[in-house]
T-cell receptor, first 114, second 112 residues
Framework: AQSVAQPEDQVNVAEGNPLTVKCTYSVSGNPYLFWYVQYPNRGLQFLLKYITGDNLVKGSYGFEAEFNKSQTSFHLKKPSALVSDSALYFCAVRDSGSARQLTFGSGTQLTVLP | EAQVTQNPRYLITVTGKKLTVTCSQNMNHEYMSWYRQDPGLGLRQIYYSMNVEVTDKGDVPEGYKVSRKEKRNFPLILESPSPNQTSLYFC???????????FGSGTRLTVV
């Protein structure tokens, strides 16, 4: 069975500082990895994905994520946080050999303090 | 505009009264799925469909039904809702392959 762990329920960072939201995964085959963001009373919005190729993936709104196969991690990063980045972030994984199920982590609430 | 449309956005109902939450996508996606979101649990998959007339259970299918008679529509049916089905529900769709999901705006269901 595949799984995703987001070890931090809450991450606080000052505006202008770099941010990291952590994610580790477990999947039997090769992983397809995704990050989504959820603003209050909204659906989930796609940020970025790793399918294959470069381990550093760049996405929307200045976010990027680094795929580390040996550590089975896919941490989300941004060099300089904005107050408007405050939201709930979800990491998700699915097995490249199966389109059947995208498994989500429990989410990390990011708060950027002015 | 490419989108997944869910209705209704908010619903309060009583225990045992059958209800349907509709989901429609206009992107010709083969894959559609229903998730429920509960605090601290993230999103858990209820049912998914790989194409018309092809549906399968996700992680938490008990108490739910789905159908996929047309490619664009994937309704979620609660035959006899119970209070433990109070949750925020999301429909999502994608192409089969490497694509990410497109999510609907969500349906907040309260069962009293």
């Amino acid at each position: 069975a595949q799984s995703v762990a987001q070890p931090e329920d809450q991450v606080n960072v000052a505006e202008g500082n770099p941010l990291t939201v952590k994610c580790t995964y477990s999947v039997s085959g090769n992983p397809y990895l995704f990050w989504y963001v959820q603003y209050p009373n909204r659906g989930l919005q796609f940020l970025l994905k790793y399918i294959t190729g470069d381990n550093l993936v760049k996405g929307s709104y200045g976010f990027e994520a680094e795929f580390n196969k040996s550590q089975t991690s896919f941490h989300l990063k941004k060099p300089s946080a904005l107050v408007s980045d405050s939201a709930l972030y979800f990491c998700a994984v699915r097995d490249s050999g199966s389109a059947r199920q995208l498994t989500f982590g429990s989410g990390t609430q990011l708060t950027v303090l002015p | 505009e490419a989108q997944v449309t869910q209705n209704p956005r908010y619903l309060i109902t009583v225990t045992g009264k059958k209800l349907t939450v509709t989901c429609s996508q206009n992107m010709n996606h083969e894959y559609m799925s229903w998730y429920r979101q509960d605090p601290g649990l993230g999103l858990r998959q209820i049912y998914y469909s790989m194409n018309v007339e092809v549906t399968d259970k996700g992680d938490v299918p008990e108490g739910y039904k789905v159908s996929r008679k047309e490619k664009r529509n994937f309704p979620l049916i609660l035959e006899s809702p119970s209070p433990n089905q109070t949750s925020l529900y999301f429909c999502a769709s994608s192409f089969l392959g490497t694509g990410g999901y497109t999510f609907g705006s969500g349906t907040r269901l309260t069962v009293v």
